[in-house]
């Protein structure tokens, strides 16, 4: 039985015995003492603990450890806890890599390398990384089968390569990319707007431009979906099968992309629980009371449930205020539609995407040389290939990172595809729009400077180190004065950014995690933030109050209360929100990339909230 196979089984039946078979499979090199670990300060967490193995590799001292979890496992849960245990035995141990081990009664694990990066002598510890899997049964788990199966332990180094997300997320790219040139002539969208004179560069940048929009409306909605706020059926060819006419019935079905997604882009997820409904089919006196309204559900004709059954599929599904599903179909100066999405009853006026580009599941050689991407590239459909990767709504940071794709992707996968080959000039869109995607660790770096000089200013007499450390990744949390704290969160609270070419926002999303990270050190209990919040919606509705009008005042004051509401919310939301409202501005030359910026925010923000269904939309 090969390593791979092993780790099959584990994934299947949950045994530690399993997971030293592995590890002897992987490394001859490593000792088995199977030691139990016991930390007091824990023990409410975890119990169980092992030393699994240990061994001197090519370049360091491994050592693998194994805790049972007291509570359920999910993708976010105990992550801190678990972080700081595997920190804490590395210290003690003075290993240079250790394998962690985390699994709870149900057989989920979270299988962790965690090593830390040397400043000055090789023993002065600067800060510690974590790359991690989370895998359970009820996921694909395809890259931790494929990377950690396939990956070799001979070496540390050998080992993060194991755990690296590079591989994971260019094999993405790279099927994305096919997709995206595969699909670009086999797809229709109305041709109102015009994009150029020139008939064929006017379709070419309309399908691109439309492609581009359509995948990252569709992976920001499959984030959704790992937060639980989007049903998997509608993305189940087997429930489709149920409820789509003619579904998957051919290359000329095309009736998926019109009743589920529209209909959840614009009549759901852009229109309030509350509100949800079909437009009138009648005649044209009546159907002209609705010309232009584009948040009400259409396309019963494509249906094999009725509408009521149509309205209980989306039922459970937030609204998602702020625009960002917005039909794009709009009137101009004369009241006449401009359709862009096609969203519509009128059959000229509608888009039409077949089947097969969402769900086909056999593997299809094309030519794509066209592109310049070869003539023998493998295909298949959007819906297989995002079921096939695992996904996390938390987002990675230099030090702590998921092996999974996470909301970055978004603004990689959008200046990738802008990247690719642009029809008008033969040579890629990127040189010709200025689009280049910042690596994480550059946008870090350029944080961490900005923000470092914007704070020494605020602050002139505070030592400068303390302040670079608290805008570092440092295990060391600086120590400041009350006053110093207070100074520092009312700078944060006072800064403007401005990025002026954010594309889709990887500097501004930097500038946030950061801020972010400084308040969660000199305000974790959120007390000063909170106060500063509720004193500025005080001052901001003086006026009304002034003329006994209290109402917009308790509002005010409600939503605020409410955002730091722990039951409601996790703390990084009320520092995220206001951060997002008073604090980061950005503007780019591409609309397209706005609307990507938008988005990512926006998961940011979904990520910190609770989901209580007993809650008018959710407490979303």
């Not at 399993?18 to 119990?47: C, G, Q």
């Not at 993305?235 to 149920?242: A, T, V």
């Not at 600086?478 to 009312?490: D, G, M, R, T």
């Amino acid at each position: 039985m090969n390593a791979k196979d092993i780790l099959q089984s584990i994934i299947i039946e949950f045994d530690m015995q399993e997971f030293i078979k592995f590890f002897r499979a992987k490394n001859d090199k490593l000792r088995y003492p199977y030691e139990s670990l016991v930390y007091k300060e824990v023990e409410d967490d975890f119990k169980e603990g092992r030393q699994l193995a240990e061994g001197q590799l090519d370049d360091g001292e491994l050592i693998i450890c194994s805790f049972l979890s007291k509570k359920h496992l999910a993708e976010r849960s105990g992550k801190k806890a678990q972080y700081n245990l595997g920190k804490k035995i590395l210290k003690e141990r003075q290993a240079d890599a250790g394998i962690f081990i985390f699994y709870d009664e149900s057989g989920n694990f979270r299988f962790s390398l965690i090593y830390p990066e040397y400043t000055g002598t090789k023993r002065q510890w600067s800060y510690f990384k974590r790359f991690t899997y989370f895998v359970s049964s009820e996921r694909t788990n395809k890259t931790f089968l494929q990377q950690i199966g396939e990956g070799g332990f001979s070496s540390i180094q050998k080992i993060k390569e194991a755990f690296s997300v590079e591989p994971v997320t260019k094999q993405f790219y790279g099927e994305l990319q096919s997709w995206y040139f595969w699909a670009m002539d086999k797809i229709k969208f109305p041709g109102d707007y015009k994009y150029s004179t020139d008939a064929t560069k006017d379709k070419d940048i309309r399908n691109a431009t439309n492609l581009i929009r359509l995948i990252t409306r569709i992976i920001f909605i499959w984030f959704l979906k790992e937060k639980c706020l989007i049903p998997s059926d509608l993305f189940s060819k087997e429930k489709l099968e149920k409820i789509v006419k003619d579904f998957m019935k051919g290359k000329n079905a095309s009736n998926f992309y019109n009743a589920i997604l529209q209909n959840l882009f614009f009549g759901t997820l852009n229109q309030k629980m509350d509100e949800r409904r079909f437009t009138q089919e009648s005649i044209f006196q009546i159907n002209k009371k609705e010309y232009g309204v584009k948040n009400l559900y259409r396309y019963t004709h494509k249906f094999l449930i009725s509408k009521d059954e149509v309205l209980k599929v989306f039922k459970n599904i937030p609204f998602l205020n702020g625009g960002l599903f917005d039909c794009l179909d709009k009137g101009d100066e004369k009241g006449k539609v401009i359709y862009v999405d096609g969203f519509s009853r009128n059959l000229t006026k509608q888009s039409s995407i077949p089947d097969y580009l969402f769900f086909q599941q056999e593997v299809e050689r094309v030519d794509l040389s066209q592109y310049q991407l070869g003539s023998s590239r493998t295909v298949r459909g959007l819906i297989e290939i995002l079921n096939s990767y695992s996904f996390t709504i938390d987002e990675n940071t230099p030090v702590d990172q998921e092996i999974a794709l996470d909301p970055e992707l978004l603004g990689k996968v959008f200046e990738n595809l802008l990247a690719s080959y642009n029809p008008e000039t033969a040579t890629t869109a990127r040189k010709t729009t200025g689009s280049y995607y910042t690596p994480r660790e550059i946008v870090d770096y350029m944080v961490e400077a900005s923000l470092f000089e914007y704070l020494k200013g605020k602050l002139p007499e505070t030592d400068e180190e303390k302040i670079r450390t608290l805008l570092s990744y440092s295990d060391d949390i600086p120590i400041f004065s009350e006053n110093e704290k207070q100074q520092l969160i009312s700078a944060i609270d006072n800064i403007k950014i401005l990025d002026p070419a954010c594309g889709s926002g990887a500097f501004p999303m930097g500038i946030l995690h950061k801020l972010v990270l400084a308040l969660q050190r000199l305000d974790p209990e959120n007390k000063n933030w909170y106060e500063l919040q509720r004193q500025k919606a005080i001052k901001d509705s003086a006026e009304v109050f002034k003329q006994s009008d209290k109402y917009q005042r308790d509002e005010m004051l409600k939503e605020i209360n409410e955002t730091f509401d722990e039951s409601i919310n996790y703390p990084d939301y009320a520092r995220k929100l206001y951060l997002i409202e008073n604090c980061i501005y950005g503007v780019d030359i591409q609309p397209i990339a706005i609307q990507i910026s938008k988005l990512r925010f926006f998961i940011s923000l979904v990520l910190d909230q609770k989901v209580d269904q007993s809650k008018e939309n959710f407490g979303n």
